[in-house]
């Protein structure tokens, strides 16, 4: 009896090391593929220029970007509302955007050139956008290139009065010329002509303003090629065409005369 006991004894101490040793192969491989999860995690760049590709909610068309920043730091630019900033925030911890008035963004990483950030924290309904990652420019430049599009946009902004011009002026793919015009721009990407400054006599434009100029778009006809450039806060010159003669000055105005 006390032999089978022994026998019984040499027995356990074999499986006893074969169940160690499994359980510690099993401990590195699960602690392996958590820290690649963690390293994959860690080195998936969020750094760069994300541009919008889609959107669960149809009424989101606007085609807009997103730079993030190695600060976590993000800015959104529009083109819907002629080119300039839109948002600004930051990127958490916890894989959520927060803008500048506390609303928050979930992020959700697809791919290292894909990402889906969803709403479900604003008034602004449920969505989720789908964004792209664009590798041909630099990102930084890009940066600066919008903020100096958002600087030159806020001074456009306002009402403006044609104060001096040498020769009629021809609207884009609008019939005829005149000699006087009072023109809106607006936040929403929209620009309105009062033509020889009567309330009643109105063309609609969007627009698009570049680094140092300005489009205005009919329909389906951009007019491309529009200068402007700044003599003081309140006056603005417009110069049509790369033409010295087409040159336009514009007075800015607070009260609707």
């Known amino acids: 009896m006390l032999h089978i006991l022994n026998v019984a004894s040499d027995l356990k101490k074999p499986l006893k090391s074969i169940l160690s040793i499994t359980l510690i192969i099993f401990l590195v491989s699960c602690g392996t593929d958590s820290g690649k999860n963690r390293i994959e995690n860690k080195n998936f760049d969020l750094t760069g220029t994300w541009r919008f590709l889609e959107s669960t909610d149809k009424y989101i068309t606007d085609d807009h970007r997103i730079i993030v920043l190695e600060d976590s730091t993000y800015y959104i630019f529009s083109i819907s509302n002629g080119g300039g900033l839109s948002e600004k925030g930051v990127l958490s911890k916890n894989d959520s ?27 602004f309904g449920d969505f989720t956008n789908t964004y792209k990652k664009t ?52 936040r929403d990407g929209t620009a309105t002509f009062y033509l020889e400054n009567y309330l009643d006599s109105i ?19 951009m007019g ?34």
Do not use: A, C
């Open 224 to 257: 491309g090629g529009t200068k402007i450039f700044f003599e003081s806060d309140t006056i603005m010159k417009m110069l049509m065409n790369k033409r010295s003669l087409d040159t336009l000055e514009l007075k800015k105005i607070y009260k609707i005369k």
């Open 97 to 123: 955007l927060i803008d500048e008035r506390n609303f928050k963004y979930r992020l959700k990483k697809i791919d290292t050139n894909k990402i889906e950030i969803e709403n479900h924290y604003s008034f």
């Open 135 to 186: 590798h041909y420019r630099n990102y930084k430049d890009e940066l600066k290139k919008y903020l100096k599009i958002d600087s030159t946009r806020n001074k456009v902004l306002g009402w403006w009065k044609l104060s001096k011009s040498k020769l009629p002026i021809k609207l884009v793919n609008y019939s005829g010329r005149f000699d006087k015009f009072t023109m809106q721009i607006s």
């Open 203 to 221: 063309v609609y434009y969007s627009y698009r303003v570049k680094e140092n100029g300005i489009d205005f778009i009919r329909g389906d006809v």
